[in-house]
């Protein structure tokens, strides 16, 4: 009862009520207001903030006209070859010369362009249907390359106009990643189709490997300050050029969305 009654008069009496009460630390104020400021800027950014998602695809650098196999109408011997790849010729002119059994006919081309690849050679014996050549339609004059990329599945969330950074395959690192925007979008294509545009059968192999892709058609960005007369990333591009038919990967950036939209049914 003796102890009970000291403590009992211990709190009606307490000690050292000169000093002032103590709430907390300084280092417990500054983690304070430090867990404020990072909230508050979350807060901002949630709302006033954008993140962009990003689409990958693979496709080729081409002409808007594409492109088309040229097949042997007759079958024989190669006797003599007119042209070579990078060979630009006029509709209706001869690439191959064939001996048949009732003489040497020649092979023309269907549609002016520039000769891609050759797959016929001296000496070669070739038959009715079979691929020669593949020939790059001509477009207008000083014409500048696109990217026509395919990308499996839905394209719904791809905007027009999108930026979209290629890396192309010929191009060392150094120079970066070209940049271009996106033009165009179609409909899902077979193996045929892309053939048919591409003149490639192989690579449209690669393209339609998981199903029928999308096509998406890429403008390349002009400078007037890169030797290419392209956009680059970095170092003002290669010194030249890169040519049709080059394959590219690409990088489509979607449309930006703020994180609270995240949050928001």
Do not use: C, N
């Not at 403590?7 to 300084?26: G, I, K, T």
């Not at 990078?86 to 040497?104: E, F, I, M, N």
């Not at 990643?177 to 490639?200: E, H, S, Y």
């Amino acid at each position: 009862m003796e102890f009970r009654q000291k403590a009992l008069d211990r709190l009606q009496s307490p000690d050292e009520l000169d000093l002032p009460v103590r709430l907390a630390r300084p280092q417990g104020w500054l983690a304070l207001a430090v867990s404020v400021t990072v909230l508050a800027a979350a807060g901002v950014w949630a709302v006033t903030g954008t993140v962009s998602d990003k689409l990958t695809a693979a496709g080729v650098l081409t002409r808007t006209e594409g492109s088309y196999v040229l097949q042997s109408p007759v079958a024989g011997q190669v006797v003599q070859v007119r042209a070579k790849p990078g060979d630009t010729l006029p509709a209706g002119a001869p690439l191959l010369d064939v001996r048949t059994p009732t003489g040497v006919e020649s092979v023309h081309t269907v549609a002016a362009g520039e000769v891609v690849t050759l797959t016929a050679a001296i000496g070669a014996v070739i038959a009715t249907g079979a691929t020669v050549a593949t020939v790059q339609r001509e477009g207008r004059a000083g014409e500048p390359l696109v990217a026509m990329l395919y990308v499996s599945g839905s394209t719904a969330s791809v905007p027009m106009g999108a930026a979209v950074d290629l890396t192309v395959a010929s191009v060392p690192g150094r120079y970066g990643v070209l940049r271009g925007k996106v033009a165009g979008i179609g409909q899902p294509q077979t193996r045929q189709q892309i053939t048919t545009f591409l003149g490639d059968a192989a690579m449209a192999g690669q393209f339609a490997a998981k199903g029928a892709p999308v096509p998406v058609l890429v403008r390349l960005d002009s400078s007037s300050t890169t030797a290419s007369g392209y956009r680059w990333s970095k170092g003002g591009g290669p010194p030249s050029a890169p040519v049709s038919m080059t394959p590219v990967g690409a990088s489509l950036r979607l449309a930006s969305q703020r994180p609270l939209d995240w949050l928001l049914p």
